[in-house]
């Protein structure tokens, strides 16, 4: 059993620690460090440990020496690399919330912190462990396809996801926060990328995109200032933060009461309403109205040393959100949507007579991995990667060999290399170029 304490209370990391509730001969949660004493209580009566193991920030815990095997860290983005150093030069080894950085020198920062101590750091990209892609992955080492000519990826983020986080919310100013929306939500899809053409190094990259539908230039007219303080169209609206996330289902809980998430006694409806009647409220105010600079949408092209290019395409504002995925490779081709958790793989079918009439060119094999409700109940969100991911963070720990999704510090690097190459593209409209581990425009 390895013992483990949780740095950033939050749904991520309490979500991987889980795995103490479901697995408890793998995982004991022994701490908790978080600024919120509501957390902290929270976490403390959950796990069942005493309040001398609650800390109120990573350098206090730090400061104690090592008093478990390994932290859980589900701090905000911009604290991952202030939080994890301490940590790792006090001894423990970790799992790390992505993005484990938002920028190059933080990313080398913490790369020279790991080579230094020599812990274990893995980053939670937790849809390598999702059944969908760990299979598609397989597929790809068996060779069924061939070799990679082409990747196209998309994510459509839900109009309500995306205003909860990326407009309205702690995600919604990257100057603030320290994230892009590329970067906060879209580094799993780069670093799927990257990890079905391990091996092989990306040698350029160009982005476009903006804030295309989420400004002022959208607002109806008449609209207020704030939802439910000031609008007369606040009934009618599709955003409307009552329609959104006062009435059933109460979406994105945790991110808008963030202080009485794990406080079910405080978090009432009366309180909720009444928090976002205050004009302090980040999200009190109209989605069309806020100070948000986040693309809501933005391509990425990708070209890797072997020829091989790779698309992927963020979408705000869909009706449903999904992840979808074509991969185009010698002998045949894998298509699929996460969210239905099936794909199919085609190949050319060569037979004589294959082409009479009413008979296709090619063969196709689907691969239905079952209902995504039972998959996600069972190993937790991320279509069941989740819990996948810290059952594996433990065995890697403890020494055993780690699965084919097991993502390391160093497995993720060109994944986020390869984001902050595309939103400088996207900034500066000049594409960027690899050469010795960075990415710069070719003058």
């Known amino acids: 059993m390895l013992t483990g304490i949780i740095v950033g209370a939050g749904h991520r990391a309490l979500g991987y620690a889980e795995l103490a509730k479901i697995k408890g001969e793998s995982l004991k949660i022994v701490g908790v460090a978080d600024p919120l004493p509501e957390r902290r209580k929270y976490t403390r009566e959950y796990f069942s440990f005493g309040e001398d193991m609650c800390f109120e920030s990573a350098e206090d815990l730090a400061a104690r020496g090592k008093l478990a095997d390994v932290i859980i860290n589900g701090t905000m983005d911009q604290q991952h690399v202030a939080t994890s150093i301490p940590l790792l030069e006090a001894g423990y080894d970790m799992l790390l919330e992505k993005p484990f950085a938002v920028n190059e020198a933080e990313l080398q920062l913490l790369a020279d ?6 812990r274990k750091v893995m980053i939670c990209h937790v849809l390598r462990y999702a059944p969908f892609y760990a299979e598609i992955k397989k597929r790809l080492l068996n060779g069924d396809i061939g070799r990679i000519l082409n990747i196209q990826s998309a994510e459509h983020v839900s109009y309500h996801h995306f205003s909860a986080c990326y407009v309205r919310g702690k995600w919604s100013k990257h100057s603030e926060c320290g994230a892009s929306s590329l970067l906060a939500k879209c580094c799993h899809d780069i670093d799927l990328i990257t990890w079905f053409k391990s091996g ?11 804030i295309n539908f989420f400004n002022a230039a959208n607002a109806p007219a008449n609209a207020g200032n704030y939802c439910l303080i000031d609008c007369p169209l606040e009934h009618t609206c599709d955003f409307s933060v009552r329609r959104l996330h006062l009435d059933n289902p109460v979406r994105w809980r945790s991110y808008i009461w963030p202080k009485t998430a794990y406080c079910p006694e405080a978090n009432t409806p009366e309180y909720r309403e009444a928090a976002l009647k205050d004009p302090a409220h980040p999200h009190a105010r109209c989605v069309w109205k806020c100070d948000n600079d986040q693309p809501d949408t933005q391509a990425v092209m990708i070209t890797f040393a072997d020829g091989t290019v790779a698309t992927h395409t963020m979408a705000a504002n869909t009706s449903r959100p999904l992840r979808k995925l074509h991969i185009v490779g010698t002998d045949g081709e894998i298509e699929g949507v996460f969210d239905d958790n099936k794909f199919v793989v085609r190949r050319r079918d060569l037979t004589p007579g294959h082409l009479l009439p009413g008979q296709k060119e090619y063969t196709e094999e689907e691969i239905d991995l079952g209902d995504m409700g039972d998959t996600t109940g069972a190993f937790g969100d991320h279509g069941g990667g989740d819990l996948r991911l810290a059952m594996d963070f433990v065995e890697f720990v403890a020494g055993g060999t780690p699965s084919i999704s097991c993502t390391q510090l160093s ?27 960075k990415f710069t425009p070719r003058s």
């Open 411 to 437: 497995d993720s690097i060109n994944g986020h290399l390869i984001v902050f190459a595309a939103d400088t593209a996207l900034q500066d409209e000049k594409r960027q170029f690899y050469k010795d581990g």
């Open 113 to 118: 912190a790991v080579k230094r101590t020599g």
């Open 200 to 210: 092989v190094d990306p040698v350029s990259v160009d982005s476009m995109g903006g």
